[in-house]
């Protein structure tokens, strides 16, 4: 397992965050062997299939160099000419074998960690001038294991190398007998041929190398458990400030609803320890709301309001207590409360239509006896 400088065991998994700051320092898995095998393996089928034609681009080329007459000799501006249409047939020759170079190391990145641009990683460090710094890199497990790769990567290529020829040594003895273009034809085959076997050589090579890529990176983001515990922290951030926040959005909140109390039909209490706000439209609600509501000091605020608008307030230390304690404000009450506030309500509208009003013991209102809480008056 992966230790800090102090000795510490980096144990744990690490977390997003780790993983997210890391790619922000250009920290991401790389396989120079990935790289290496796509661009062998396209460069050889590259040349498998289009060789031929840039031999005879070549061959065009050069007869065109080595054909120019007297005019050209004794004239430097036909021959700057004459060197210009040469180098611009050179370079539309290769174009297409270097802009699908280009294209295989830009993309090759997406297979493993992507693309990251990062300034950090770009960033000069006075630490890499560190003679010492370099020593204990030099004679690091990273750099035997550099070491010990790039040897059996080369002992691999020799080999297959040595398997090649021995496969066509034949052929390249007969060539000899060959006419000189068919000979030319035959040896750049074989060089190309020559070209895919060492490249395939490399998958042997990437297979082993993109795994211990990815374990080493995942060992590298490795946390301690107490490195997981601050990272936890920072995230959940610090009680006091999450304290504060709350106490702002209750501040926020209360305020809001008081400022609903004055569009209430009804204030239910305990009478002093609590204090509901209900509302009720018959033609744009299908059931009373609580617009408001609250406890002791709440409580007296909400009661000042009331008295403030000349809204009811009815004593209904019951129907109080369950509304407090099982309702929600901005929501309709709890449907087994529905008897008890219709009672309350139509109690209510018969003082305001000036109607004869109907006595009624709002201490024993119908409450459900799940909803009902002990007085605390």
Request: proline share 5%; charged share 20%; aromatic share 8%.
């Amino acid at each position: 397992m992966a230790e800090n400088e102090d000795g510490t065991e980096k144990s744990e998994e690490p977390t997003e965050k780790k993983r997210r700051e890391a790619r922000e320092k250009g920290q991401i898995p790389r396989s120079r062997e990935l790289t290496t095998l796509l661009l062998t393996l396209s460069a050889a089928f590259f040349l498998l299939f289009y060789g031929g034609q840039m031999l005879l681009e070549v061959q065009a080329i050069a007869i065109k160099g080595l054909s120019f007459d007297r005019d050209h000799a004794f004239d430097l501006l036909k021959m700057w000419e004459l060197i210009q249409s040469m180098l611009l047939a050179s370079i539309y020759m290769v174009l297409p074998f270097m802009l699908l170079m280009a294209f295989i190391a830009i993309v090759s990145p997406l297979l493993l960690g992507g693309w990251a641009f990062s300034a950090k990683a770009m960033a000069p460090k006075l630490s890499k001038l560190n003679p010492v710094s370099g020593i204990k890199r030099m004679f690091s497990f990273k750099a035997l294991l550099e070491l010990v790769k790039a040897l059996a990567k080369f002992t691999l290529v020799i080999a297959i190398a040595t398997v090649f020829l021995y496969m066509v040594f034949a052929e390249l003895l007969g060539l000899g007998a060959e006419p000189l273009k068919q000979a030319l034809a035959h040896a750049g085959t074989l060089i190309i041929q020559a070209f895919i076997f060492v490249s395939l050589s490399l998958i042997i090579v990437a297979m082993i190398d993109v795994p211990f890529q990815l374990w080493d990176h995942n060992r590298q983001l490795k946390m301690t458990k107490q490195e997981v515990k601050e990272e936890f922290k920072q995230q959940e951030g610090n009680p006091e400030v999450k304290g504060r926040i709350r106490q702002v959005q209750r501040e926020m909140s209360q305020s809001r609803m008081m400022q609903n109390v004055p569009q209430a039909d009804v204030i239910v209490t305990n009478p002093t320890h609590f204090a509901v706000a209900l509302k009720y439209d018959a033609e744009s609600m299908q059931e009373p709301v609580v617009l408001a509501m609250g406890a002791d000091f709440m409580a007296s605020q909400i009661r000042t309001i009331a008295r403030e608008h000349d809204i009811p307030i009815i004593e209904a230390p019951p129907l109080a207590r369950a509304l407090y304690y099982n309702a929600e404000v901005e929501r309709p009450i709890p449907y087994e409360l529905f008897k008890a506030v219709a009672a309350v309500l139509a109690y209510v509208y018969q003082l305001k239509s000036g109607g004869r009003v109907t006595d009624t013991n709002f201490k024993d209102l119908p409450i459900p006896e799940e909803m009902q809480a002990e007085s605390s008056e």
